[in-house]
């Protein structure tokens, strides 16, 4: 596996390979010739090279001291039902702002009107007809209150 030269302008986080075809190469260690770790092996995510490319370790880095950085101001919580990260939820709210499911923790739980959630819906351009918030419906429920619309 060797770096190749590519006509394509590329992100510098991307490192082209010779190779096209790995078992199971999302993830694999990319090494140098002295074996240091310099990637990690995968296809770019635009799909239209057969080759695969390298993530640079320093892209790799900074994209997980970003997660610790926002992981210590703020509480994380990511929904069972689509995977995206809830702030709502994180801040005790509902639902999810993503697919509109019921938050883990609201679940069994009496949900009521909350104002203070409307900042992280959003603004649809329909009002709720329990609570009247603008935050959206997701399958023909509030996604401040819950109330379903009929």
């Not at 809830?86 to 005790?92: E, N, Q, Y």
């Not at 959630?117 to 959003?122: I, L, R």
């Given at each position: 596996l060797r770096q190749r030269a590519t006509k394509r302008l590329l992100a510098p986080h991307w490192i082209p390979t010779t190779a096209t075809t790995l078992p199971n190469a999302g993830g694999m260690p990319l090494l140098d010739e002295r074996n240091y770790l310099v990637?990690?092996?995968?296809?770019?995510?635009?799909?239209?090279?057969?080759?695969?490319?390298?993530?640079h370790i320093a892209r790799i880095r900074a994209s997980v001291e970003d997660y610790l950085r926002e992981a210590q101001n703020e509480r994380r919580v990511y929904c069972p039902d689509c995977g995206s990260?809830?702030?709502?939820?994180?801040?005790?709210f509902f639902y999810c702002e993503t697919c509109g499911a019921t938050?883990?923790?609201?679940?069994?739980?009496?949900?009521?009107?909350?104002?203070?959630?409307?900042?992280?819906?959003?603004?649809s351009a329909v009002a709720c007809r329990a609570c009247g918030a603008r935050s959206g419906l997701y399958q023909n429920a509030c996604l401040r209150c819950g109330a379903a619309q009929r």
């Open positions: 990637g990690i092996i995968t296809r770019l995510t635009s799909g239209v090279s057969a080759h695969l490319f390298g993530l990260l809830s702030r709502a939820a994180g801040a005790g938050t883990p923790g609201a679940q069994g739980m009496n949900r009521y009107p909350a104002p203070q959630a409307e900042s992280y819906y959003g603004i």
